[in-house]
């Protein structure tokens, strides 16, 4: 019993030790961004699930960013409403 105490206690600080490594090396790439009512800010769209845009051929080549768009109300800590065109 005493091996299998050691060896799910080693587990656990062994997986403790690699999710704050994960979690370093992916904070490195970001950064906090606020926006304010009348900005303007590109939208991002993925062209595989988005297809009411623009209709392309080769959807791989398609733009992912479109814009740019007003800013008319902040949702949430992160949504947004945009003045979109009425197309």
Known sequence: MRDRDEALRQL???LQKAQEQMKM???KRRKEVQFDVGDW???KLW????QSVVQRIHQK???RFFG???IIQKVGPVA???KLPAT
């Open 80 to 82: 947004y409403k945009l």
């Open 61 to 63: 080549l398609a733009p």
């Open 68 to 70: 740019p768009y007003q």
């Open 12 to 14: 656990k600080f062994n």
């Open 25 to 27: 090396q992916a904070d």
């Open 41 to 43: 800010v590109f939208l």
């Open 47 to 50: 062209p595989h699930r988005q």
